[in-house]
Nanobody, 118 residues
Framework: QVHIVESGGGVVQPGGSLRLSCTASGSSQVFASMAWYRQAPGKQRDLVAS???????NYADSVQGRFTVSGDTDKGTVFLQMNSLSPDDAAVYYC????????????WGQGTQVTVSS
């Protein structure tokens, strides 16, 4: 049973920074990729950033240059350093870990709230 735990959310002023952490445990098989998604009230859940097992990263245009994803998919860890936060970044941030088990299997965390407010 894979268990995803996120942490690091909170309240920050515009222009501030936060660092999110995610740990995926309970599997002897490595993850092919890990990613951060976010969902604001009334909006769909969108990809923020991802990292593949080889270290390749990908970002949404809206966070490029401000957010940095890092981690080790073999160890089941992924981080998201968020700088220059704006109210548009406020959302629940979710961690996703994917494995190939003869099909793609996705594991989602419960989410961590990020609030950007003065």
């Amino acid at each position: 049973q894979v268990h995803i735990v996120e942490s690091g959310g909170g309240v920050v002023q515009p222009g501030g920074s936060l660092r999110l952490s995610c740990t995926a445990s309970g599997s002897s098989q490595v993850f092919a990729s890990m990613a951060w998604y976010r969902q604001a009230p009334g909006k769909q859940r969108d990809l923020v950033a991802s990292i593949l097992s080889g270290g390749t990263t990908n970002y949404a245009d809206s966070v490029q240059g401000r957010f940095t994803v890092s981690g080790d998919t073999d160890k089941g860890t992924v981080f998201l350093q968020m700088n220059s936060l704006s109210p548009d970044d406020a959302a629940v941030y979710y961690c996703l870990a994917k494995q190939w088990r003869f099909k793609w299997v996705e594991y989602w965390g419960q989410g961590t709230q990020v609030t950007v407010s003065s």
